[in-house]
């Protein structure tokens, strides 16, 4: 559901796109595991010359998800607190740094002590390794008990009753992700005790005009391009070896991400 190539044609009329463009996508049509593939036009984004392919390709759906969640569903600024789940993870480590580049405080949870080292290093000023500490209890004592502006949740049912139990007054729960499996049922009363705000976004309704989806494209790139944004892209393979790589995944040997070069 992301990938970025070159141009090679374009339908009768249309114009802004032209062949020798390279251009990149994020979404639907799924198809991206093909050397061709057809898209519509108002679907893709110019890529500029300071973004290489494969930067490009590697940050499309990650990069456009970090993009709309703090600018849009909650916009992050200087003196915000926020608390992001999988700190290590890909969307993770981008809201990580980004959310730091923007000024705010950052505490991140992660599973291991070699991730915690990643998050500090993406820009989380906090770090709780969940497994061996309750990550409810530390937030509160990072924060002194105010709790934190926003939780940006992609884990789901593990995560989510203590995301609610961080939040401060009025404060945002974004959940973006389940990897844990889907949360329990909510009542009305667990967002009325701090009168919470609760927010179930997805990247393709945050982009569905032209000027949204360039938007967020731009931003997206300038920032990778000023290096306030760095992506890992640790492991290429041919797309002929596709099975391969996802193999690979299964067996947890990769880290960062992964692109297949036609």
């Given at each position: 559901m992301e990938a970025c190539g070159v141009v090679t044609a374009v339908g009768p009329g249309l114009t802004g796109r032209q062949v020798g463009d390279l251009v990149a996508y994020a979404g639907t049509p799924m198809g991206s595991y093909a050397e061709e593939q057809i898209l519509p036009a108002d679907g893709v984004v110019p890529v500029p010359d300071s973004v290489s392919p494969v930067i490009a390709a590697s940050?499309?759906?990650k990069g456009m998800t970090a993009q709309f969640l703090l600018h849009r569903c909650f916009k992050v600024e200087p003196g915000h607190t926020i608390l992001v789940h999988a700190a290590a993870g890909g969307v993770g480590s981008l809201l990580c740094q980004w959310a730091n580049a923007l000024g705010a405080t950052v505490i991140g949870t992660v599973s291991t002590k070699e991730k915690a080292a990643q998050a500090k290093d993406d820009g989380a000023h906090?770090?709780?390794?969940?497994?061996?500490?309750?990550?409810v209890a530390r937030v509160n004592e990072i924060t002194s008990g105010n709790g934190v502006d926003v939780v940006y949740d992609s884990v789901g049912k593990d995560t989510f009753q203590g995301s609610l139990a961080c939040l401060k007054l009025r404060g945002y729960m974004v959940s973006f992700g389940q990897s844990s499996g889907t949360p329990d049922p909510v009542p009305l009363s667990a967002l009325a005790a701090k009168s919470l705000f609760?927010?179930?976004p997805t990247l393709m309704h945050c982009n569905v005009t032209r000027d949204d989806l360039l938007g967020a494209a731009g931003e997206l790139f300038a920032n990778v391009a000023s290096g306030v944004l760095r992506v890992r892209v640790n492991h290429t393979y041919p797309v002929s070896q596709a099975p391969q790589a996802h193999a690979d995944?299964?067996?947890?040997?990769?880290?960062?991400s992964v692109v297949l070069i036609p």
């Open positions: 940050i499309m759906v906090h770090v709780i390794i969940y497994k061996e500490e309750d990550f609760l927010t179930r995944l299964e067996d947890r040997k990769t880290t960062g």
